[in-house]
């Protein structure tokens, strides 16, 4: 069996939940739903584009705590909570993601966990 090697954050809702902020197996790093989540446990705040641009931050922190860049970066999923904020959030993706032109989803949900949060994102990458 691959080696698993687990990658944990301030994140409240990992022990009550039971997930992990990112974990790497070969050479994938899949990093879980990234909320706009402060290292003191409280929610970022801001717009949509603030927030999204703490979830990139936490993201690519998480893959390279894990081995990887930015370039590695294959595919990133964005979750927002009014589609009226995509633009916002799509900016964020470029100014984050931009080297590695990862595949890339948007969809709007109907809420995510804590009220304030307007988005969240996960994303996945792949070492040569």
């Given at each position: 069996?691959?080696?698993?090697?687990?990658?944990?954050?301030?994140?409240?809702?990992?022990?009550q939940?039971?997930?992990?902020?990112?974990?790497?197996?070969?050479?994938?790093?899949?990093?879980?739903?990234?909320?706009?989540?402060?290292?003191?446990?409280?929610?970022?705040?801001?717009?949509a584009?603030?927030?999204?641009?703490?979830?990139?931050?936490?993201?690519?922190?998480?893959?390279?705590?894990?081995?990887?860049s930015?370039?590695?970066?294959?595919?990133?999923?964005?979750?927002?909570?009014?589609?009226?904020?995509?633009?916002?959030?799509?900016?964020?993706?470029?100014?984050?993601?931009?080297?590695?032109?990862?595949?890339?989803?948007?969809?709007?949900?109907?809420?995510?966990?804590?009220?304030?949060?307007?988005?969240?994102?996960?994303?996945?990458?792949?070492?040569?």
């Open positions: 069996m691959t080696e698993r090697r687990r990658l944990a954050s301030a994140s409240p809702f990992e022990e939940i039971g997930f992990c902020r990112a974990m790497r197996v070969g050479n994938r790093i899949l990093v879980s739903g990234t909320a706009p989540i402060e290292d003191d446990g409280s929610s970022t705040p801001g717009d584009g603030a927030q999204a641009d703490r979830c990139f931050t936490l993201i690519l922190r998480s893959i390279e705590e894990l081995g990887g930015v370039e590695d970066v294959v595919r990133v999923r964005m979750f927002v909570t009014d589609i009226a904020v995509a633009d916002a959030v799509s900016a964020s993706h470029a100014r984050h993601m931009k080297p590695a032109r990862p595949t890339a989803t948007l969809v709007a949900v109907k809420e995510l966990y804590r009220p304030e949060w307007l988005v969240e994102i996960e994303a996945e990458a792949m070492l040569d």
